[in-house]
Each structure stands twice: as C-alpha cells, then as structure tokens.
T-cell receptor, first 112, second 113 residues
Framework: NAGVTQTPKFQVLKTGQSMTLQCAQD?????MYWYRQDPGMGLRLIYY???????DKGEVPNGYNVSRLNKREFSLRLESAAPSQTSVYFC???????????FGPGTRLTVT | TQLLEQSPQFLSIQEGENLTVYCNSS?????LQWYRQEPGEGPVLLVT?????EVKKLKRLTFQFGDARKDSSLHITAAQPGDTGLYLC?????????????FGRGTQLTVWP
C-alpha cells in the first residue's frame, strides 16, 4: 500500500519550458488536491478534484492546468514555466466527509 | 487574509522543555486537524478534533479544541529532537462539500539535544 505517490521528485526547468507533475493514490479516495508550498506562505491550494471528471480552481490557479485522468490519478501541468513557479508541489487525497488529507512526498521544482 | 493564524511562527527549544503552539481563527470550524511535516517530506496527519472543548492525547502531545471551535492548541511535554518539524493546523471550508481544507502557515519547531 503506497498511499500517494508523486513523480518526479526533483526537476529543473528553464523559463518557458513545460512539464507535467504526476500523482497517483491507491486508497480509493474521491478527492484529490494540488498544493504549492513556499517559505513562510504555508500550503496554498492550486486545484482540486472532488471526483473523476471534475476539477475546480483553488487559491492560486494561474499558470497551471490539471487533469483528473481517473479515480487514481491527478496530474498538474505547467504550460510555460516561470521563475515564480519555483516551489515544492504536493499532491494529496482525501475521502470526504472526513477531510483528512494524505500527502505525497512532494516535487521540488526550480525554474531558472 | 489568513483564515487560520498560527503562533509562534518559529520555536527553538532544548530537549526536555515543554511547549505550546496555537492555531486561532475568527471563524467557527466544524473540526480542526493538526499535521506534522518533516524536512523533505509531505505533511502527515496527527489528529482531528471535532467537539468544542475536546482534548486528545497522542503520547507526549496534547491537542485541545476551543469551546467555541475557533481555536486549537498543541502542547508537547518533554520535547525530543524527533519532535522537530513544521506543525500545521487545518480546517475544512464550511461552504464546501468537496473536502477542501484551509491551512495555517505553520509553526517551525526545532528541538536541540
């Protein structure tokens, strides 16, 4: 039972490049989330998905797109990376209504 | 505006000391959660408090939910270096049935041997 997995663990991009962060969970949870974590800013929600086929914007969605591929997988895409997107990205899942979230190990992204 | 305010932002103590960190809001929450995040890892859920006035204990950690369900505290007795980490509180969005959580900015705790 792996919980929530994320790939890659580290990534360096040049400004303007694109990439997709992958997330998968094996807990049969309905809800999945993408957060970014910056020093002193806590966790900020980028996008979330209540169920397969649905996605909604969070606090900081600009510059990102998401796809809920199936119940297990939720990907985050940066179409044209900017230095302001340098951050640590976490994927999480939960089974409403407990709201208790289970996090992946994170992707450390640097945009130069 | 931060919905959940955590204090202090940083705490550096010696092994064996006691400490309390706080999570405060002007809003009422149906529940509050506490997570701990160790360097290089994702947050891990420690506890959920649901009832106003509730106290939960997890070994040397004591969590309390305020009577009015607007605040919570985490008390650690005889802190150990293994307690080092970022402690985050989180509460559900009352207007959402989608499992969305609001997070505080966290308290960074360092316990020195």
């Amino acid at each position: 039972n792996a919980g929530v997995t994320q790939t890659p663990k580290f990534q360096v991009l040049k400004t303007g490049q694109s990439m997709t962060l992958q997330c998968a969970q094996d807990m049969n949870h309905n809800s999945m989330y993408w957060y970014r974590q910056d020093p002193g800013m806590g966790l900020r929600l980028i996008y979330y998905s209540a169920s397969e086929g649905t996605t909604d914007k969070g606090e900081v969605p600009n510059g990102y797109n998401v796809s809920r591929l199936n119940k297990r997988e939720f990907s985050l895409r940066l179409e044209s990376a900017a230095p302001s997107q340098t951050s640590v990205y976490f994927c999480a899942s939960s089974e409403v209504p407990t709201y208790e979230q289970y996090f992946g190990p994170g992707t450390r992204l640097t945009v130069t | 505006t931060q919905l959940l305010e955590q204090s202090p932002q940083f705490l550096s103590i010696q092994e064996g000391e006691n400490l309390t960190v706080y999570c405060n809001s002007s809003s009422v929450f149906s529940s509050l959660q506490w997570y701990r995040q160790e360097p290089g890892e994702g947050p891990v859920l420690l506890v959920t408090v649901v009832t106003g006035g509730e106290v939960k204990k997890l070994k040397r950690l004591t969590f309390q939910f305020g009577d009015a369900r607007k605040d919570s505290s985490l008390h650690i007795t005889a802190a150990q270096p293994g307690d080092t980490g970022l402690y985050l509180c989180a509460g559900p969005d009352r207007g959402s049935t989608l499992g969305r959580l609001y997070f505080g900015r966290g308290t960074q705790l360092t316990v020195w041997p």
